[in-house]
């Protein structure tokens, strides 16, 4: 079993920057397809980016692209997602997710954290 925890999320102005992390426990990532996702209030989980194991291949959402970028460190048991350039429609709940397979390309994760806010002002 596997126990994902986000920290970072807050209140951040238009244009900033915040680095969100995931802190696995119970075990490691070791073999596992990790992802951020983030639900906005009245919307639906949007697949924010994806890393499979071996790490040489990262998928980013178009939304996002060229401004937020996952990250993993394997030592520290940790996955980052660095987000730049933040504008007012980031606001979501950020969610850090693992799957067991090495290679997932789905949205119906093993394992979820509780979430983070993040919350963009203009």
């Known amino acids: 079993q596997v126990q994902l925890v986000e920290s970072g999320g807050g209140l951040v102005q238009a244009g900033g920057s915040l680095r969100l992390s995931c802190v696995a426990s119970?075990?490691?990532?070791?073999?596992?397809?990790v992802a951020w996702f983030r639900q906005a209030p009245g919307k639906g989980r949007e697949l924010i980016a994806r890393?499979?194991?071996?790490?040489?291949?990262?998928d980013v959402a178009d939304s996002v692209k060229g401004r937020f970028t996952i990250s993993r460190d394997n030592a520290l048991h940790t996955v980052y997602l660095r987000m730049n350039s933040l504008e007012v429609g980031d606001t979501a709940v950020y969610f850090c997710?693992?799957?067991?397979?090495?290679?997932?390309?789905?949205?119906?994760?093993?394992?979820w954290g509780q979430g983070t806010q993040v919350t963009v002002s203009s």
């Open positions: 890393m499979i194991w071996s790490g040489d291949t990262t």
């Open positions: 997710a693992a799957d067991r397979s090495p290679r997932y390309f789905g949205h119906n994760y093993d394992y």
């Open positions: 119970g075990r490691t990532f070791s073999g596992y397809t």
